[in-house]
């Protein structure tokens, strides 16, 4: 429990109804999207603007008691989950736009406005946000830019870091910084806006971000292929970039996923597939229709079996449909679905799947994958039950493999789901003890007494290694 004397000058700061250290808010504020990690807060407050944020810095920090922000609590490794107690600080109140600037093309916003909601009004206007995670009908702003998310277009628009042009945040001791700001141009010292953007809480809370809007493209349109050989799916990814050519949406599904799919959806998928490609493209129309047919002729090449374009936009949602529904179909399989990221260059998307499949296979457990082949990042996903220990072990046991196998072929650990908790025992096998003491070092900056989202990211326990070999 908090010092009595601390929770009083927290509700004075944003008055009882908005301080809780009832059993039923630090229940609902100890887990997160992530299956099977769950510890409790002391206290859950929700704080309505910067000056709050600070004021509750300040005070936490003079009591050396910790802090996790978060918003929906929609990612998945684990990075809002209160390990070390403390307070969980909730920041859906503070969900306004506070700026359009139309002669920037800029947006000022909090951090609890919901994805979804904040694009649709962009969207309302003529303009236009990329960044299109999953999670967008839940998961916040803030929450994004915390963890980069990435999304279905990715590839062509990049994520979240490439959007976000300044921010305001709040450090650790309660002091408010701003960042960067309306300008396409600014090398004036480090680029602490993108420093920020990815950094899981550790470093400081968002409180504000300008974020930079596009023109919309004029015309989009989608595309499935099916493959009876996954090698097949591969090469198309490289041979379409290769080609000068960079989709809007670039996605793959595997067999496994295909068939949980279609028997969610009853979209007619055809079930012996190996591998399945949705394709879209957007810009101005005669582009979109020139790049859609070299597009076709790339997929029947590499020995496409089939390839349906969508003739109308009601056709390519249902198309759209095929990819969008997968975790929501895979989670109907078991009780506890683990849904991962590893992320390979594309030439090496079909030798990732493979290894997927093999390590699956040797543990005995269920794993499909779907994910954006056109950037490498595949979501490896586990449907097991979390009740069967041993069947847990040897999930974790194949999932540790396949981050190795993803090293092993230029990869990383994490491709937008952050390390967070889940991740943190791998850090090192990506960036190296150096990197991890580098990285240690700029916590320690921004954190020196280590209050903002303690036991994310670096690992107390190393954990068994395993001898990676690079290509």
């Not at 769950?38 to 600070?54: F, G, K, M, R, W």
């Not at 390990?83 to 109140?93: A, P």
Request: proline fraction near 5%; hydrophobic fraction near 40%; include cysteine.
């Amino acid at each position: 429990m908090l010092d009595p004397s601390l929770a009083a000058q927290l509700r004075a700061i944003v008055g009882d109804a908005h301080f809780r250290d009832d059993q039923e808010a630090l229940i609902a504020h100890s887990y997160d999207g992530t299956p099977m990690l769950q510890a409790l807060p002391d206290a859950v407050i929700y704080p309505a603007n910067t000056e709050q944020v600070s004021a509750i810095m300040k005070a936490l920090s003079a009591y050396k008691v910790p802090l996790v922000s978060r918003g929906s609590g929609s990612n998945l490794c684990g990075g809002t989950v209160p390990i070390q107690g403390g307070v969980v600080m909730v920041m859906h109140r503070m969900n306004r736009i506070l700026e359009l600037d139309l002669e920037n093309l800029t947006a000022t916003v909090q951090p609890g406005i919901i994805t979804a909601d904040f694009i649709q009004h962009i969207e309302s206007l003529g303009l236009f946000y990329p960044p299109d995670p999953s999670s967008m009908r839940i998961s916040t702003i803030g929450g994004n830019i915390a963890e980069c998310s990435g999304g279905l277009r990715g590839l062509k628009y990049g994520t979240t870091k490439d959007y976000v042009i300044g921010l305001e945040a709040v450090l650790a001791s309660g002091e408010i910084i701003r960042t960067g700001g309306k300008l396409m141009k600014d090398v004036a010292g480090y680029d602490l806006t993108k420093l920020l953007v990815g950094s899981e809480g550790t470093l400081a809370i968002i409180t504000e971000a300008t974020l930079k809007l596009i023109p919309p493209p004029k015309s989009k349109m989608t595309m499935l292929a099916m493959y009876r050989d996954l090698y097949g799916a591969a090469r198309t990814v490289s041979a379409i970039i290769e080609s000068k050519i960079i989709p809007a949406t670039l996605e793959f599904m595997d067999n496994p996923t295909i068939r949980v799919v279609d028997d969610f959806a009853k979209l007619g998928l055809p079930l012996d597939m190996e591998a399945i490609l949705l394709i879209e493209q957007d810009g101005d129309p005669e582009t979109v229709t020139r790049d859609i047919e070299q597009i076709r002729q790339i997929c029947m090449r590499e020995q496409a079996d089939s390839i349906q374009v969508a003739a109308t936009r009601e056709e390519a949602e249902r198309l759209l449909t095929a990819r969008r529904s997968a975790f929501t179909a895979l989670a109907r399989l078991r009780p506890t679905t683990i849904l991962e990221d590893a992320t390979v260059p594309r030439s090496k998307i079909a030798d990732m799947v493979r290894r997927i499949n093999d390590i699956s296979a040797k543990y005995n457990v269920t794993i499909a994958t779907f994910g954006h082949a056109g950037d490498g990042n595949l979501h490896p996903t586990a449907t097991t039950d979390a009740r069967d220990a041993e069947e847990i072990h040897r999930v974790e046991q194949a999932f540790e493999e396949i981050f190795a196998a993803a090293l092993e072929l230029g990869g990383t650990i994490t491709g937008e789901h952050g390390v967070g908790m889940v991740k943190a025992p791998f850090l090192e096998w990506k960036i190296g003890a150096s990197g991890v003491s580098l990285m240690k070092g700029i916590k320690q900056v921004f954190d020196p007494d280590n209050l903002l989202n303690p036991g994310k990211v670096f690992a107390k326990e190393s954990r068994k290694r395993v001898v990676i070999h690079h290509d």
